[in-house]
Structure formats: C-alpha cells, structure tokens
C-alpha cells in the first residue's frame, strides 16, 4: 500500500537558519511528488512538484527539493529562512491514480 | 482564472444530522478530488472523479457519505447521518488531467459534528 511520512511534525527555527524537512514514500511503481504549502488563513498552494527529469526541483520562494530514488525520499531544503516561511508543509505522491499526503510538518520562524 | 469554490465554509451540525458541501471547480479542469482533512493530519482522499465518473473512491465511507459530479462540472459531498468524527475540514481540489499536474484547492468547509 502506498504511504507518505513525514519526520518532523513540529520544526522551530530562527530567520536565515537552513531548513530541511524530510518526506519518504513506499510505492513500487512510478510517482509524481509534490510539496504544498498552507500558510496561515490561505488555501493549500504547490510550493514544487517532480515528474520527471533532473531530480533536483526548484519551487517558488527558493525552495529546492531533491528526489532520491534509492531512499524513497523527497527532502524540502532552503538555505535560509524567512518570518513569512511560517506555514504548514506536506508532502504529497501521486502514483496509480492516487494521491497520498503526508501528515505535514507546522514550520514556525522567529523573526 | 478564478481559483476553486466551496460553500459553506463553516457548518455546524448535531450528530446524526444530514450536511451537503458544494464545490465549483477551475474551469476546464477534468478531475475533481474531496479530501478530508482532521485536524493534526495531512488531507485524505474520498473520493476523486475524472469528469463525470469516479476514479476512486476506496476510502469513502459508503454507509454515509456520498459524491456525486453532474455533467462533469459542479460537485456535492454529502454526509448521511453525521457522526462525532466526521469533524473536520472538508477541501476539494481539481487538477487538469494527468496525475503530473498540480491540484488546485479551495479554501474548505469547517465541519463541527456536536
């Protein structure tokens, strides 16, 4: 069966320090993955999305995300972040015409 | 383009009440996803449908709940009768199609069950 996790549930971390929220996946066949975001009082938005190609993706606000095929993984990175990063990440794989979230990771940045 | 519709976007109900959600999707888009999302947890799929006719609907909770997608367009989630667990926030979400293309979401209906 296909699952999503999502290490982290709660993440605090001060403006300009380096985020990495880890999402591994079980799936046997071919997936499509995305990060979406939920920032306060706003609607899920995709913040990166992999299909296919160059495994590491950039997204909007300099988040990059890398797709190990090996780790079933697909770590969200960024170098630095900033008080309005503040928001609710999920990771979500799309494969066999179903679509799987994980239980999302609640990012709090102190100014 | 104007995003995804939902009303109500909150509602609250007794246990054992009947409640209808209604969802009006990005124009041109085939597939229509509702996701129920409890609070702490990532959303999970109901039901999806590819224009008129399901796709999946493995998790939907058959003795209660029921989706319907009239002419491929609007769609209604309905929950017969309610239960305390149902609460939660109920999102849909609708994509071109191909499963490569991003969801788009609506803002939600804030189910409280008492």
């Known amino acids: 069966a296909q699952s999503v996790s999502q290490h982290n549930h709660h993440v605090i971390l001060s403006e300009a320090a380096s985020l990495e929220l880890g999402c591994n996946y079980s799936?046997?066949?071919?997936?499509?993955l995305f990060w979406y975001v939920q920032y306060p009082g706003q609607h899920l938005q995709l913040l990166l999305k992999y299909f296919s190609g160059d495994p590491l993706v950039k997204g909007i606000k300099g988040f990059e995300a890398e797709f190990i095929k090996s780790k079933f993984s697909f770590n969200l990175r960024k170098p630095s972040v900033q008080w309005s990063d503040t928001a609710e990440y999920f990771c979500?794989?799309?494969?066999?015409?179903?679509?799987?979230f994980g239980a999302g990771t609640r990012l709090f940045v102190k100014a | 383009e104007a995003g995804v519709a939902q009303s109500p976007r909150y509602k609250i109900i007794e246990k054992r009440q009947s409640v209808a959600f209604w969802c009006n999707p990005i124009s041109g888009h085939a597939t229509l996803y509702w996701y129920q999302q409890i609070l702490g947890q990532g959303p999970k799929l109901l039901i999806q449908f590819q224009n008129n006719g399901v796709v999946d609907d493995s998790q939907l909770p058959k003795d209660r709940f029921s989706a319907e997608r009239l002419k491929g367009v609007d769609s209604t989630l309905k929950i017969q009768p309610a239960k305390l667990e149902d609460s939660a926030v109920y999102l849909c979400?609708?994509?071109?199609?191909?499963?490569?293309?991003?969801?788009?979401f609506g803002p939600g209906t804030r189910l409280t069950v008492l």
């Open positions: 979500a794989v799309a494969g066999g015409f179903k679509t799987i």
């Open positions: 979400a609708s994509s071109l199609l191909g499963e490569s293309n991003e969801q788009f």
């Open positions: 799936y046997g066949g071919t997936v499509n």
